[in-house]
């Protein structure tokens, strides 16, 4: 049975009269990693914000265990957070700012001891009890903010994009590391992020977020290969989308052509959103292509190359282990699974 | 390198003329009499005054106290402000700076005369009139009001660098305010409260215009003695510098002492 731990209902929140949230209805599941996913300005802090009690909402309300916590000021919710740009405490050296909470709590020095010793090992930081913040790099205190908050034992962190500042590879480690300790302690965590990649590695729930409002909640598998819109399905990973006309159900007409297709239930001639990934194109000789186009550019990206290709105006990116000539026409074919076809979004 | 050597003659030759060789007389003038010989009799003579030194020094840390207890919660309020609100407060708080020390302190004696602004509007409830003036009261609040300035600006200055998402780390690691205060917010304001801290004192400890004005003549400080040595009827440059080079010397003295309290305040918290 899953426990919902935490639910926004009808979450509004306004900024010198812009809405920020446009009534939001989120419910977190106990235990999860759920990642809020979107473009900077699009609410997830915010959202981030409110559950941890440092934004106030208009109207809306907000449940934990299903008891309304609107009112309740952050140092009494039984979440903490692990902010952006870090915040250790300066004038605390690194024991001191990972026994931070538990001295408010007036714990017993010898269990604040055993604790921090805990937690600096969980974090791989063991001896660094002395060393001053200003000692440690980026990746490091990032595990200390990490460490200060989950020393308390809290029923949710709260993460807000923690991982923005480190380089790439210290960032994947620290992926790997994030998911493994949610893990060993049964927490949920919520995660704030606008890498895709990063939302794709970690949570067991995406939410994707745009404009102060949710388009999609999903698991990742879910997300990437069902996306409900052409702005999910641009924004997790990159998308060929193309304006096309349902003709009937499993048949969609772009790019000049008619494809088959696995979708159904839109009106007649419905104008559509044709979703294609770059790495469900196949290259293959021109004569054998559904369409042919001219290669416009070529980038060596590692795993895979990315193609650009015009076809009659249309632009078309392609990822494919092979390389092409530049200006050399070819074909390219797609097979009716991987056409995802989206009602035009609203806006 | 040679160039910016060049560019700190002019100061160096500003302080020699106007801090090194002044601060070399009262020394020389001190340790002479007046045929110029040496003697330590000026500095046996000060006894005297031991009591209006005394008076100094406890009014001058009772204001500066109280400038700390106001100007703490000040400063805080406007360091956490919307930016525009935070130049205007600041600026509010400098106006009165902008008006002549004498005036400003003129002023007060208007204000708390027995016929004075307060007292006749107290007259409208049956009140008073109440004894405002030339009291060691009146002679605390000139410093007060005088140099709250000074210890608001650089606490202010040491708030306003504190990181709010610090702030909101505290209360999310469980910081009622007080704890936050406590916890957080006094130890980050450390260097400003020591700059305040000297600020207020060292004016205060040496003022001689705000107990003349507000102090009724019983209320004289240590700073009245030394500008009736040099300019008063009790003409003696001699003594006035022997008590001059005494304050100097205790007031570096109490200023080192809270350094090394501030210091070690903060040497235990790292």
Redesign the interface.
């Known amino acids: 049975m899953k426990n919902t731990i935490i639910s926004l209902r009808n979450a509004v929140v306004e900024y010198d009269g812009v809405q920020i949230l446009k009534s939001i209805n989120l419910d977190i599941v106990d235990k999860q990693f759920v990642t809020l996913l979107g473009p900077s300005g699009c609410g997830k802090t915010t959202t981030l914000r409110i559950i941890g009690g440092f934004a106030e909402m208009a109207s809306g309300e907000l449940f934990f265990n299903g008891v309304k916590i609107n009112n309740l000021p952050p140092h009494k919710r039984e979440v903490n957070t692990v902010f952006q740009k870090y915040a250790l405490f300066p004038h605390l050296n690194i024991y001191d700012n990972i026994a931070f909470g538990l001295r408010i709590k007036k714990l017993p020095e010898k269990e604040i001891a055993a604790r921090v010793t805990e937690m600096l090992e969980l974090v791989n930081m063991q001896g660094f009890e002395k060393r001053s913040i200003n000692s440690l790099s980026g990746g490091q205190q990032q595990r200390i903010a990490i460490a200060r908050a989950l020393v308390n034992r809290p029923k949710v962190l709260l993460l807000d994009e923690p991982l923005g500042a480190l380089d790439l590879k210290l960032r994947k480690e620290m992926q790997i590391e994030l998911k493994r300790m949610q893990q060993d302690l049964e927490i949920t965590f919520i995660y704030v992020t606008h890498d895709q990649e990063e939302a794709l590695t970690m949570s067991d729930t995406v939410v994707v977020m745009k404009d102060g409002c949710i388009q999609q909640i999903g698991a990742p598998q879910d997300i990437y290969n069902e996306p409900i819109n052409a702005f999910v399905a641009d924004f997790i990973g990159e998308s060929n989308i193309i304006d096309g006309i349902m003709r009937r159900d499993f048949l969609v007409e772009f790019a000049g052509k008619e494809f088959a297709c696995v979708d159904k239930g839109f009106e007649p001639d419905e104008l559509v959103d044709v979703v294609i990934r770059p790495e469900d194109i196949k290259v293959v000789p021109q004569y054998q292509g559904a369409i042919v186009g001219v290669v416009e550019n070529c980038i060596f990206k590692g795993v895979h190359y990315e193609i650009s290709v015009d076809s009659l105006g249309y632009k078309w990116i392609i990822h494919s282990t092979q390389s092409e000539e530049i200006g050399a026409i070819i074909g390219m074919n797609v097979t009716p699974m991987d056409i995802h076809i989206m009602h035009k979004s609203e806006a | 390198m040679k160039t910016s050597k060049a560019l700190a003659i002019p100061y160096i030759v500003w302080i020699l003329i106007f801090t090194i060789i002044p601060l070399g007389l009262i020394v020389v003038f001190a340790l002479t009499d007046s045929s110029g010989s040496f003697t330590l009799q000026n500095l046996f003579d000060m006894s005297t005054y031991m009591s209006v030194l005394f008076r100094s020094i406890f009014f001058a840390m009772i204001a500066t106290i109280i400038c700390l207890i106001l100007a703490f919660p000040a400063a805080y309020i406007i360091s956490r402000a919307k930016s525009f609100n935070q130049s205007s407060l600041i600026v509010l708080i400098m106006v009165p700076m902008w008006i002549n020390f004498i005036l400003r302190t003129y002023a007060w004696m208007k204000l708390l005369d027995p016929n004075g602004l307060i007292n006749n509007f107290l007259g409208l409830f049956g009140i008073g009139p109440l004894n405002l003036i030339n009291n060691a009261g009146a002679v605390i609040l000139g410093m007060v009001y005088n140099y709250l300035p000074f210890m608001i600006l650089p606490l202010y200055s040491v708030m306003v660098k504190i ?1 709010q ?2 702030i ?9 305010r007080l ?1 936050l205060v406590r ?2 917010i006094l ?2 304001s450390m260097p400003g409260i020591s700059t305040g801290v000297i600020a207020v004192f060292v004016p205060s400890v040496s003022t001689f215009v705000i107990s003349r004005m507000l102090g009724g003549g019983t209320n004289d400080l240590i700073g009245d003695i030394i500008e009736s040595q040099f300019l008063g009827t009790s003409y003696n440059p001699h003594l006035g510098s022997a008590m001059a080079l005494v304050l100097m010397v205790i007031v570096l003295f109490m200023m080192s002492l809270f350094n090394q309290f501030g210091n070690e305040e ?1 040497g235990a ?2």
Request: glycine share 4%; hydrophobic share 40%; no cysteine.
């Open positions: 990181d998402s610090v909101e780390a505290a209360q999310d690691l469980g910081s009622s704890s916890r957080v130890p980050l903060e918290m790292i």
